[in-house]
């Protein structure tokens, strides 16, 4: 017996390239110098209370953008739109291509809504237009950014909830989103994934 579970928790040391270890695609918004809106797929976020926290790459546009315009939408695409997501993967909206992009093969697209199928829906609060297509939508403020001197490749960008919109089927009574019906698109060490089974929930749910 004791065997067994020796054999069950025996761990190993890897150096993993990667740590996406499964967390929520947001499909960020933000607004280009003439006012067009730029698309970002982005996984790292967290969320307490009304705070979003995102963790941005230096040399992408959404970041260029937040610097000048301090206002996003956090949209968030659901499993099925796994594809439409990946359309925007190799993309980014700087124009020339940073050379660290040119070499993993990204290029240079100005409409991403258009290259993936999405429209747009006009922000209540702020100026980056929302997702149509995805059913839940966070305007925001940035509130503070801060790129670590020991590692001035990415940023930690730290955003206040202002709106959130929900598509109705999704809403149980007047300010619940069901847990049932939103599917999350998760990215899982570079595999995108949906929901599985519900396993239970915390004694603080009141749905
Ligand atoms: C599913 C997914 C998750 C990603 N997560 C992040 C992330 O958390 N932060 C980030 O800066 N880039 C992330 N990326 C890479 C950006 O999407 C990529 O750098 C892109 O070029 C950014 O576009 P932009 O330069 O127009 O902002 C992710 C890409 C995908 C497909």
């Known amino acids: 017996m004791q065997d ?13 390239k990667i740590l996406y270890y ?42 260029e953008n937040l610097q000048r315009h301090p206002e996003c939408v956090i949209n968030l695409p659901e499993a ?10 190799s993309l980014t909206g700087k124009n020339p291509v940073p050379t660290s992009k040119q070499d993993a093969g990204f290029k240079y697209v100005k409409d991403k809504f258009a290259y993936a199928g999405f429209t747009r829906t ?8 929302r997702i149509t297509e995805c059913p ?5 403020r940035v509130k503070h950014i801060r790129i670590p001197g020991d590692a001035p490749h990415f940023a930690i ?8 919109h929900v598509k109705s089927e999704l809403v149980l009574g007047d ?33």
Do not use: C, M
């Open 4 to 16: 067994r579970s020796e054999r069950e928790n025996r761990t190993v040391a890897i150096t993993p």
């Open 22 to 63: 499964g967390t929520t695609v947001v499909l960020l918004t933000t607004l280009n110098e003439d006012e067009t809106v730029n698309i970002s797929p982005i996984s790292s976020s967290w969320a307490l209370g009304d705070h979003i926290v995102l963790g941005l790459g230096a040399g992408g546009k959404a970041l």
């Open 80 to 89: 099925a739109q796994w594809k439409q997501v990946e359309r925007l993967a």
């Open 122 to 129: 006009a922000s209540v609060q702020v100026q980056p237009s």
């Open 136 to 140: 839940i939508q966070i305007e925001a």
């Open 157 to 164: 960008v730290e955003t206040l909830s202002a709106q959130v």
């Open 175 to 207: 300010h619940h989103i069901n847990p049932a019906s939103w599917n999350p698109l998760i990215y899982n060490f570079r595999h995108y994934f949906g929901l599985g089974e519900e396993q239970g929930k915390s004694f603080r749910s009141e749905t």
